[in-house]
């Protein structure tokens, strides 16, 4: 299984300062094909459902806003929210999707400072 | 639009069954790998479950093979998960999922709550 891991497990940032999550996976998903990262990140806010923010690591959702974006490949990547806003505040999770098990982080928990 | 929709969920006693569903519409189901993912009340995300796209193929995680099964209607355009032998540990938001069409999509969920 590809282990997936998240750092922080948390982190408090002033409003409109960037807020940066790092997400590494055991082994490439990079599906070389395609040349494409399989690997999701999701915002999650207390009730609801999860919601997807990127996909194949750098290509994000419609109406997601631009402060958001993904980057990295194989292994490596990073959620970067550039200027954090009140309504930011939830909890991350980066996902492959690469090879199943399909394998989530633990989850990254983001707050205003 | 394409969506996916999640029914089934509900209360059941430890060792009951349930029988989840997901509609799927704007797609065509045959085509894909479909997942079942859950998420236990302040926990994170786990797949459960997945089966391809004539349902020949099945894979389930370790906590559930054995007790759960997977299974679709391609007819129905429904994705189905059928839940026995059921424990306290396995209540939780179920979803529902597909990751082939290029933008990843679930469902909303639906709760089973496994309880006396």
């Known amino acids: 299984d590809i282990v997936m891991t998240q750092s922080p497990d948390s982190l408090a940032v002033s409003l409109g300062e960037r807020a940066t999550i790092n997400c590494k996976s055991s082994?490439?998903?990079?599906?070389?094909?395609?040349?494409?990262?399989?690997l999701v990140w999701y915002q999650q806010k207390p009730g609801q459902p999860p919601k997807l923010l990127i996909y194949?690591?750098?290509t994000r959702e419609s109406g997601v806003p631009d402060r958001f974006s993904g980057s990295g490949s194989g292994t490596d990547f990073t959620l970067t929210i550039s200027s954090l806003q009140a309504e930011d505040v939830a909890v991350y999770y980066c996902q492959q999707y690469y090879s199943a098990p399909l394998t989530f982080g633990q989850g990254t928990k983001v707050e205003i400072k | 639009e394409v969506q996916l929709v999640e029914s089934g969920g509900g209360l059941v006693q430890p060792g009951g069954s349930l029988r989840l569903s997901c509609a799927a519409s704007?797609?065509?189901?045959?085509?894909?790998?479909m997942h079942w993912v859950r998420q236990a009340p302040g926990k994170g995300l786990v797949w459960v479950s997945r089966?391809?796209?004539?349902?020949?193929?099945?894979n389930y995680a370790d906590s559930v093979k054995g007790r759960f099964t997977i299974s679709r209607d391609n007819a129905k355009n429904t994705l189905y998960l059928q839940m026995n032998s059921l424990r306290a540990e396995d209540t939780a938001l179920y979803y529902c999922?597909?990751?082939?069409?290029?933008?990843?999509?679930w469902g909303q969920g639906t709760l089973v709550t496994v309880s006396s």
């Open positions: 999922a597909n990751y082939g069409l290029g933008v990843p999509l």
């Open positions: 089966i391809n796209g004539d349902g020949s193929t099945t």
């Open positions: 704007g797609f065509t189901i045959s085509s894909y790998w």
């Open positions: 082994q490439s998903v990079l599906n070389t094909s395609t040349n494409k990262n399989c």
């Open positions: 194949w690591a750098s």
